[in-house]
T-cell receptor, first 113, second 111 residues
Framework: DGGITQSPKYLFRKEGQNVTLSCEQN?????MYWYRQDPGQGLRLIYY???????QKGDIAEGYSVSREKKESFPLTVTSAQKNPTAFYLC????????????FGEGSRLTVL | GENVEQHPSTLSVQEGDSAVIKCTYS??????FPWYKQELGKRPQLIID?????GEKKDQRIAVTLNKTAKHFSLHITETQPEDSAVYFC??????????FGTGTSLTVIP
């Protein structure tokens, strides 16, 4: 099955700890994205990557970091500098062709205790 | 940058009635407008989209209309069913890589 896999689905973290969320896709998509979803606020872009070894900050990048060492993988690290990290995180990918559709993973819910 | 506004934030309809969700955008260069449906705890999934060279598009019970002059687009769901209950997001895209999302509409279809 082609798709996007995020892990873990649920994650609990103590304050002051970094945590890394995994995102893997086998759709052969060039572009990958991380969004944060909070109640009533829609989807806000954290980081995106158009190709391997390149990524760009989105609207709310502070306190987050990413890497893109492989086309299939785009992990997101939520650092201790992120003031309010409890949220639902969605990874997405897109073919850079004409269609433009974003394909989303199932999401990871991070709770800071 | 682009600003997408979506209304209403919540919507309740009786089963069988129609539902309409409206979005406005600010950047006249935006040319692709997808709608996503997100069921509780699930991933958003594309349900319909429209490009700026088209005014209306239908797919069974759902349709999207676009008014480029007024910079707004709407999602129409007819003959609503309980399984239509979900959060719906609109988005605008102008090429490049950024999608700009609305804040979502929580639709409840009452049996």
């Amino acid at each position: 099955d082609g798709g996007i896999t995020q892990s873990p689905k649920y994650l609990f973290r103590k304050e002051g700890q970094n945590v890394t969320l995994s995102c893997e896709q086998n759709l052969n998509h060039d572009a990958m994205y991380w969004y944060r979803q909070d109640p009533g606020q829609g989807l806000r872009l954290i980081y995106y990557s158009q190709i391997v070894n390149d990524f760009q900050k989105g609207d709310i990048a502070e306190g987050y970091s990413v890497s893109r060492e492989k086309k299939e993988s785009f992990p997101l690290t939520v650092t201790s500098a992120q003031k309010n990290p409890t949220a639902f995180y969605l990874c997405a990918s897109r073919d850079r062709g004409v269609t433009g559709e974003l394909f989303f993973g199932e999401g990871s819910r991070l709770t800071v205790l | 940058g682009e600003n997408v506004e979506q209304h209403p934030s919540t919507l309740s309809v009786q089963e069988g009635d129609s539902a309409v969700i409206k979005c406005t955008y600010s950047d006249s260069a935006s040319n692709y407008f997808p709608w996503y449906k997100q069921e509780l705890g699930k991933r958003p999934q594309l349900i319909i989209d429209i490009r700026s060279n088209v005014g209306e598009k239908k797919d069974q019970r759902i349709a999207v209309t676009l008014n480029k002059t007024a910079k707004h687009f709407s999602l129409h769901i007819t003959e609503t069913q309980p399984e239509d209950s979900a959060v719906y997001f609109c988005a605008a895209h102008r090429g490049g890589n950024q999608f700009y999302f609305g804040t979502g509409t929580s639709l409840t279809v009452i049996p």
